[in-house]
């Protein structure tokens, strides 16, 4: 029988009503001759409420009793949704991580899946069971200890068990409709998408991540996996919420398909550093290694030669990189005069797979922030995305505009 995976997020199950109605639904699917594997999160709440006893009673507190914590709050839902599956007349067992197992690295907290064998779960759908109910987030170590995915892991378990069972598709049933192509609460002409493409949903993770952890989104590219984000409250029909699929199957899209944004970014400007061979190399090796994700790099024209390099990274990551680079520079591997950090910056980014095709996005954008008077500090562009930084305040203003001046309300 084809398999499909049913993901239900924390407000999903929120509590005994909420698991009855997400049951309801995995039984119509049942109804139509799918074997189901339900992938549930924990009672929303209930994670960081886990996360907050374990810094409580032990602030540095060890990595392999903190998965043991905070795995369980799935486990409860697990048995739950399967006794309600039960009560329903249809044959469900819930299954641990352990059991099955979800084999996974031995990164406690942030551990990466590494294997879901089929062949107990497929014995017992051949034995007449209709639903395996998984707890998500969640997997066994080498050591025999249990591990999680991270913050959000249990997209990824879903992701990873369609993978794996082939599974005809993979909905992960959530609080939103689907993705928009921009923050509805700041552009209220947002509009929901029937499809994206895989790479746009990973360039939209600032939109997205909210709604599907990114590693499941990488996951899905590189299996091809159909995934779904679709509502839990309202009534569903199989073409409801947005596809998360191959761009091969989006047959007409804009060539902006939309706007992104990053709220808490600051732009570093290193002034005059000697413009030699290996420079860069000495100014972005120790940031990486003191773990500052740098995003843009701009290196000035150099005049008798010293130049100005200037980079974006996130506002928090401000004093670790101002470290890493006064470090360096106490080591003699640069010199610069100064080190400015301008903490009043965001990024606005446009993001589509049409732009591998079509010329002078890149002029209307800064055509439009131009007309709206927002300047722009830094500039940077990857195959399917054009990012700017400006000043914080114009942060919305610019999302406003170009949504209207890419005409994303309407499908072309
Ligand atoms: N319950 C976990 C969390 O809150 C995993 C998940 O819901 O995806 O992060
Ligand atoms: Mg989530």
Same mark, same amino acid.
């Given at each position: 029988?084809?398999?499909?995976?049913?993901?239900?997020?924390?407000?999903?199950?929120?509590?005994?009503?909420?698991?009855?109605? !997400?049951?309801?639904?995995?039984?119509?699917?049942?109804?139509?001759?799918?074997?189901?594997?339900?992938?549930?999160?924990?009672?929303?709440?209930?994670?960081?409420?886990?996360?907050?006893?374990?810094?409580?009673?032990?602030?540095?507190?060890?990595?392999?009793?903190?998965?043991? %914590?905070?795995?369980?709050?799935?486990?409860?839902?697990?048995?739950?949704?399967?006794?309600?599956?039960?009560?329903?007349?249809?044959?469900?067992?819930?299954?641990?991580?352990?059991?099955?197992?979800?084999?996974?690295?031995? #990164?406690?907290?942030?551990?990466?899946?590494?294997?879901?064998?089929?062949?107990? @779960?497929?014995?017992?759908?051949?034995?007449?069971?209709?639903?395996?109910?998984?707890? =998500?987030?969640?997997?066994?170590?080498?050591?025999?200890?249990?591990?999680?995915? =991270?913050?959000?892991?249990?997209? +990824?378990?879903?992701?990873?068990?369609?993978? !794996?069972?082939? $599974?005809? /598709?993979?909905?992960?049933?959530?609080?939103?409709?689907?993705?928009?192509? +921009?923050?509805?609460?700041?552009?209220?002409?947002?509009?929901? *998408?029937?499809?994206? #493409?895989?790479?746009?949903?990973?360039?939209?993770?600032?939109?997205?991540?909210?709604?599907?952890?990114?590693?499941?989104?990488?996951? !899905?590219?590189?299996?091809?996996?159909?995934?779904?984000?679709?509502?839990?409250?309202?009534?569903?029909?199989?073409? #409801?919420?947005?596809?998360?699929? &191959?761009?091969?199957?989006?047959?007409?899209?804009?060539?902006?398909?939309?706007?992104?944004? &990053?709220?808490?970014?600051?732009? *570093?400007?290193?002034?005059?550093?000697?413009?030699?061979?290996?420079?860069?190399? $000495? @100014?972005?090796?120790?940031?990486?290694?003191? =773990?500052?994700?740098?995003?843009?790099? @701009?290196?000035?024209?150099?005049?008798?030669?010293?130049?100005? %390099?200037?980079?974006?990274?996130?506002?928090?990551?401000?004093?670790?990189?101002?470290?890493?680079?006064?470090?360096?520079?106490?080591? =003699?591997?640069?010199?610069?005069?100064?080190?400015?950090?301008?903490?009043?910056?965001?990024?606005?980014? #446009?993001?589509? @797979?049409?732009?591998?095709?079509?010329?002078?996005?890149?002029?209307?954008?800064?055509?439009?922030?131009?007309?709206?008077?927002?300047?722009?500090?830094?500039?940077?562009?990857?195959?399917?995305?054009?990012?700017?930084?400006?000043? /914080?305040?114009?942060?919305?203003? !610019?999302?406003?505009?170009?949504?209207?001046?890419?005409?994303?309300?309407?499908?072309?």
């Amino acid at each position: 029988m084809p398999v499909l995976v049913m993901k239900f997020g924390g407000t999903s199950v929120a509590n005994l009503d909420r698991i009855r109605r !997400a049951a309801k639904r995995v039984g119509v699917e049942v109804a139509k001759g799918y074997d189901v594997i339900v992938i549930v999160s924990a009672m929303s709440g209930r994670t960081n409420e886990l996360v907050g006893w374990v810094n409580e009673t032990s602030p540095l507190f060890d990595a392999r009793e903190y998965d043991a %914590v905070v795995s369980s709050g799935e486990n409860v839902t697990a048995g739950l949704m399967a006794l309600t599956l039960q009560e329903m007349d249809v044959p469900a067992r819930s299954w641990q991580g352990w059991q099955v197992p979800v084999r996974t690295s031995s #990164a406690h907290s942030a551990a990466r899946i590494e294997e879901i064998p089929t062949d107990n @779960i497929n014995a017992k759908f051949g034995e007449g069971m209709r639903v395996a109910v998984v707890a =998500g987030f969640q997997g066994v170590s080498a050591e025999g200890r249990i591990t999680t995915l =991270g913050r959000g892991g249990s997209d +990824t378990t879903a992701v990873a068990f369609a993978a !794996a069972f082939e $599974a005809e /598709r993979c909905d992960i049933y959530t609080d939103v409709d689907g993705v928009y192509t +921009t923050d509805p609460r700041i552009a209220s002409k947002a509009r929901k *998408m029937d499809k994206i #493409a895989y790479e746009e949903m990973l360039e939209l993770a600032s939109l997205g991540a909210k709604v599907l952890q990114t590693r499941s989104v990488e996951l !899905a590219m590189r299996y091809k996996v159909k995934l779904r984000v679709v509502s839990s409250f309202e009534e569903q029909s199989d073409d #409801a919420g947005t596809l998360v699929c &191959s761009e091969e199957e989006i047959m007409e899209s804009n060539i902006v398909s939309g706007i992104a944004y &990053s709220r808490d970014e600051a732009k *570093m400007t290193l002034i005059s550093v000697a413009d030699r061979p290996g420079i860069a190399a $000495a @100014i972005f090796g120790p940031l990486s290694e003191a =773990g500052v994700n740098v995003d843009m790099i @701009i290196q000035n024209i150099s005049e008798e030669g010293r130049t100005d %390099v200037t980079f974006s990274c996130p506002i928090q990551q401000v004093e670790r990189a101002e470290k890493a680079l006064q470090q360096a520079a106490e080591r =003699g591997e640069i010199n610069y005069h100064d080190l400015v950090a301008d903490t009043d910056v965001a990024k606005v980014s #446009a993001v589509g @797979i049409g732009m591998r095709s079509q010329s002078g996005v890149a002029a209307r954008m800064f055509k439009t922030l131009s007309d709206e008077g927002v300047n722009i500090k830094v500039i940077a562009t990857s195959e399917i995305k054009i990012s700017v930084l400006i000043d /914080r305040k114009y942060m919305e203003l !610019a999302v406003q505009a170009l949504h209207d001046a890419f005409k994303l309300d309407k499908v072309a």
